[in-house]
């Protein structure tokens, strides 16, 4: 379900998490954001006419609030954490990141939260099907992925971190990818439980959808899901997820530790070229 909301509200992907930022350019950002996030959102439910004409008119509202409010948050953070991976990273810092990313993705969705009940409130039978369909699809093709071995699919993903770190600090050396490596192989097989834990959600939320709830206990479903989502997760998942995201945390100071003095200053100069980004688009 987190994964559908998210999706529904590309802002909060997009642009809470600073890696992103390069890949809005003021016009990006000013002109095509608005129209991606309503393209998402018509994916799902397949809008009618006054649903869309709605929803764009609080998509710019909820768009130009971003604009005035949330962008230079961004930015002071994001100068921040340059400063404190120029002294290195210390697990302090991941906690910080952590409960500032938290506290900028619930600014939004506080935000939007009281017009996404209402659109959810207009919804028909056969848009709720669509939801239903579109959702299902995608569990199934995740499931096929899944199916595949798991050495496999570990390897691809492995490769994927390299990519991510490398885009970063420059390439690094066999020896920092073995190092790299043995944290990554620590990390617990979670995905078939993040499977099962959004098939579940996703189950009891269609299920809310088609009992036509009023405004009140809607809004409050989608607080639950989406401002204190960490509190909710079912006590089956709990600890695979918080072991999970302890070993990344290892990880990533572990990927901290290993850079050269070279390989942070690469880091140093990618991370300024994001903040002038952002300083452009917060202009």
Not at 133 to 144: D, H, R, S, V, Y
Not at 163 to 182: F, P
Not at 188 to 201: K, S
Request: charge should be positive.
């Amino acid at each position: 379900m987190r994964r559908l909301l998210r999706l529904c509200l590309p802002l909060v992907a997009a642009l809470v998490l600073f890696s992103c930022v390069k890949a809005f350019s003021k016009l990006a950002y000013n002109n095509l954001l608005p129209k991606i996030i309503l393209q998402r959102i018509d994916f799902y439910f397949d809008l009618n006419s006054d649903q869309r004409s709605r929803l764009i008119a609080q998509i710019a509202l909820h768009h130009q609030w971003h604009r005035n409010s949330q962008l230079k948050l961004y930015l002071a953070d994001l100068r921040d954490l340059r400063q404190r991976f120029a002294a290195r990273l210390k697990p302090a810092d991941l906690d910080w990141l952590t409960g500032r990313l938290t506290l900028h993705r619930n600014a939004i969705f506080a935000r939007v939260i009281p017009d996404l009940a209402q659109v959810l409130q207009t919804l028909s039978p056969d848009q709720i099907s669509n939801l239903e369909k579109k959702l299902a699809k995608e569990n199934k093709e995740l499931a096929a992925k899944l199916a595949r071995p798991q050495a496999v699919r570990q390897e691809e993903e492995f490769g994927l971190i390299v990519e991510q770190v490398e885009s970063w600090a420059g390439s690094i050396t066999d020896a920092q990818k073995t190092e790299l490596r043995a944290r990554y192989s620590a990390l617990p097989a979670a995905a078939n439980d993040w499977l099962r834990y959004r098939e579940n959600q996703q189950a009891v939320w269609i299920a809310l959808l088609r009992s036509k709830p009023d405004y009140q206990r809607l809004k409050d479903d989608l607080d639950g899901r989406m401002l204190y989502q960490e509190k909710n997760v079912p006590k089956q998942f709990r600890a695979s997820f918080a072991r999970t995201l302890t070993l990344m945390k290892e990880m990533i100071l572990t990927a901290d530790k290993m850079l050269t003095a070279e390989q942070r200053a690469h880091v140093l100069k990618k991370t300024d070229e994001y903040i002038q980004l952002l300083a452009d688009l917060a202009a």
